[in-house]
Each structure stands twice: as structure tokens, then as C-alpha cells.
């Protein structure tokens, strides 16, 4: 019996690396990818990067320039997740298992919600460009449309999880609708709330930097004028300002999660 | 220290008015620090908001118009879809060149964060070891993977093995932290009984470890194959990488085709919803 599901976990695994060895070479050849490039281009970044892409002296003189731009980026990540955020709990009240008044509404909801999430911020950013252009809008509606269909999701998860009973035990004495939402459902649920915004305001920031890139606008589009420009100096400083950037909002979400959760 | 003592202040200040207005109108709810600070949280994010809304570079667009705009343009873009620049079957063939290159960022990215991850799970390693290696993947992860992917462009070129590269690393940071949380997790006892009959550390980790994490490996790592998938598409959008993602970038920045933009993101929809309901399908089995 030991024997033969030794046996047969040697055959599973067999055959789960085979496949992998052949979706491995297949990806290979599709993308053109240079298997020995793939591996010395690590160690020649490195020393590239050693010997161009810090911080000297000329490049501190652009501070100023990517402050601006870097606030720029922080505001459309905040602004972005907080509106989103308002009309996700919107919609999560809508369209959660414990808090909808309609089963239709609540399908529909998860519906635009998915479909909202699983169009890459990319694409949105593409979309917008056309009627947007290249201004601070595109890159803001791209992120708030993708953090809606993420915070309904993650906010309707949570009102699920965190006031099921409570809302039961008030339903049951009699409670109104809204006395349930207002008394029971928000308070319980905030803290857990919160703390998706604010990790949704860090993810933000990463993906304002590439919508920047796109879309010429907020520190994606100064890392990327500089980059271009072979000014790696200053390129470098932008990313050591944005690295600063998230640690500073790790580190103040912590502080509020460890409060609040 | 400064901002420090006002802050003191502020929270002496707050709780004085609490208990005032407790005593005053014998509120029943009572304020404590979780409140205070979600309540400042709530508000100045709200107020930055406003501030941002006034900081924006609109480049003059007017707003409604520009939303009207958007909306008429929906129209031909997702009821007529169709292809000018390429066909069906180059289409289709893009797409499986992002699922190429997610799947290559994946591998390399899941083997190396498996060694990191054993290195960084603190019942496994040293406690040292285990900080350095979770602060290198804090850095790691806050450089967004556009940035990485650029960087690594100028020692291997625009295309693929940069943005394959660059991907890597956001993957390893990400996967080294869901891996060494799973290992944190085996039991004690385990590792102790096979270290007392003589096991060494190779034998400690391919005989009790891995196998009894494995699904929670696999469905993380196919959590990050999601992930990956928008990565890939916005490779090849902002990086150069090819792929569906590049003729998203073409359809729109260059022959400003609404018909093929919109048949472009129903292609990268379709297998984002796809991947989405096999990672539920997943996390149901395995946890």
C-alpha cells in the first residue's frame, strides 16, 4: 500500500513536470525569449547599474520638478481610491449576500464589479485616452474604474464576513433597513474597510506610475522623460523618491491597521 | 517630536470633548483610540481628495464633454468591434504570446521565490537571514514593475527578456512572502521529530515541508499567474514586451481605431474572467 502511492506520487509528479516542461519551452519560443540573455542580463544590470543609475549632484537639482510630479501621482492615487471607495460600499450594500434587497441588483453589481476588475488598468487607460487625451483624468478614471470593481469585491466580502449575525439578531428585533446599515452593518465593517483602501492606495501608486507612462502625465511621465533621454541619474532619483513614497504609506497603514483592526 | 507633542495634544483635546459631550448628552457610544483614528483617517483622505481635485493637470478637458465623448464612443467600441490592422488568427496568437510570457515570469519567478521562501520562513533559517531577505522584498515591491522592466531594458534591450526579467522581480518579492508564510505554518513538531532522528536540512524541507504545503504553493502561484496576466498585457503596452497587450498600444495611441481597441480588451477580458474563475475554483478546493 506505502509502496503504491509512493509509486503513484512519483507518476503525479512526473507527468505535472513534464507538462510544465513543455508550456515552458512552448512560451519560450512564442515570446522569443533568449534563455542565456534572460540570464546574463542580471549580472550586467547590476554593474550598468553601478556605474549609471544613482543619484549625482546635477540630478539633485531636479528635486523641485519631481516633487510636483510626485505629488501629482500621490493626489490621483488618493483621490481615485476614496471616490472609488464611496461608491464601492455603495454598491457592496447593493449587492453583498446579507445586506441586498434585490437578488437581481445583487448579480448585476457582482457582474459590472467583475467585469470593471478584469479590464486591466491598461486597457482602461487606452480606452479613456481617446475622449480624455493626455491629461491627469484619463489616469484617473483608468484607476478609479479598476479600484471600484476591486473594493466592491473586496467591501462585499467583508460585510459578509464581519455582520451576518448581527444583522440577523436585528432583523429579528425589528429593526428598519437603514438602522440595520447605519447601526450594525458600517460600524463593524469600517476598520476591515479601511484597511482595503489604504492597500489600495499603495497599489495605486504603482499603477499611476505605469497609467504615467502611458498617458504623459504624473512621476511615470518624468521617470519616463528622463529615461528616454539617457539621463539616468535623475531616472534613478525619481524611482528613489517613489520607493520613500510607498514605504511612507506602508508604514502609515500599519499604524492605522494596528489602531483600528 | 514636534509633530509628536501636538498630536498628544490633539488626542488629550479629543478625548476631553468625548467625555464632555458624554456627560452632557450621555451618548452611549463610547470614543477610543480605534475610532479617533479611523475618523482622521476617513477625513483627511477625503480632504486630499478635494485638494487633488484642485491640483490636477486638466490640460483643459472639459469634463462633460470629454465624459459624453466617452460615452459615444463606447458605442462602436463594444457593439462593433471588429479587426482592421490584423486578423483573427494574429489575434489569437498574441494572446497566447502574454500567456507565454506570464507563464515564463511565473516559473522562474515561483522557483526562485521557493529557495528565497524556505530562506526567509523564520522556523526554517536564521532570523537574520529571514529580515534580510523580507526587507530586500519590501524594496523589491515598492519599485513599481514598469520601473524594474525599463531598468533591466537598458542591459537586455525592449522586448522580452526584460520584461520577463523585470516582471520576475515583483513576482519573487510578492511570492517569497506567500511561500515563507505557508512554511511558517507546519508544525513544529514535524521539524523537531525529523531533526532528532538525524535528518539534514535538505531532507527536512523536500520530505515534510513542500509536501505538506504544496496546494497552498500552487494556488498562490496561480493567484500570481493572474496577477502576472495584467502585468503582461501592460508589458507590452508601456515596455515594449509584445504580445496583446502592444496591439492594445498600437490600436490606440497610434491608429486611434476604436472598433479594434474594443475587440482587443474582449480578448484580454475574456481570458482575465477565465483565469479569475479558475483561481475561485481553486481557492475553494485548497482552503
Known sequence: MRVEALVKR???????????????????????????????CIPKAIVWSTKNFYPNADSLEKIPKILTKLKETVFLSVASTTVAAAFATFFALFGSHTTRINGFLSILIRGIASLFRN??????????????????????????????????????????????????????????????????VIPSSLPQMISWMLFMIETNIRSATLVGILTGTGIGFIFNLYYKSFQYNAASLVVVFIVITVFAIEFISNYVRRVIL | MELNESLKSLWAEFQRQEQSAVSKKLKIRKANKASIVMNIT??????LTIYGFF??????????????????????MFLEPRFNHFGLGKGLYQVVVTLGLTFLTTLIGGTIALFLGLLAAQNLS????????KGFVAFVRAVPTVLWVLIFAVAAGLGSVAAVIGMTFHTVGYLIKAYSESFEELDEGVIEALKASGANWWQIVFQAVI?????????????????NYMNAVAMGAAAGAGGIGY?????????????????????????????EYISIKLKIKVL
Do not use: C, H
Open chain 2, 211 to 227: 509536501p505538506s504545503s504544496v496546494t497552498y504553493l500552487l494556488s498562490w502561484t496561480f493567484m500570481r499567474f493572474e496577477i
Open chain 2, 55 to 76: 491640483t490636477f493637470d486638466y490640460k483643459g478637458v472639459n469634463i462633460l464633454e470629454a465624459v459624453i465623448a466617452t460615452i459615444t464612443n463606447l458605442k462602436p
Open chain 1, 119 to 184: 479590464i486591466p488598468v491598461v486597457a482602461w487607460a487606452m480606452i479613456l485616452l481617446f475622449s480624455f487625451g493626455q491629461s491627469s483624468l484619463t489616469g484617473y478614471f483608468a484607476l478609479f474604474f479598476v479600484t471600484l470593481g476591486f473594493l466592491t469585491r473586496a467591501f462585499m466580502e467583508t460585510i459578509d464576513e464581519t455582520s451576518k449575525e448581527s444583522v440577523e439578531a436585528l432583523k429579528a428585533a425589528g429593526a428598519s433597513y437603514f438602522q440595520i446599515i447605519f447601526q450594525a
Open chain 2, 247 to 275: 496591439e492594445l498600444f498600437m490600436a490606440s495611441g497610434y491608429y486611434f481605431d476604436l472598433r479594434e481597441v474594443g475587440l482587443i480588451t474582449y480578448f484580454i477580458l475574456a481570458i482575465a474572467i477565465m483565469l
Open chain 2, 126 to 133: 536564521s532570523k537574520n537571514v529571514s529580515n534580510l531577505i
Open chain 1, 10 to 40: 512519483r507518476k503525479y509528479s512526473l507527468i505535472f513536470f513534464s507538462i510544465l516542461l513543455v508550456f515552458t519551452l512552448a512560451s519560450i519560443i512564442v515570446t522569443d525569449f533568449d534563455v542565456t540573455k534572460g540570464f546574463t
Open chain 2, 42 to 47: 476617513l477625513v483627511s483622505l477625503a480632504l
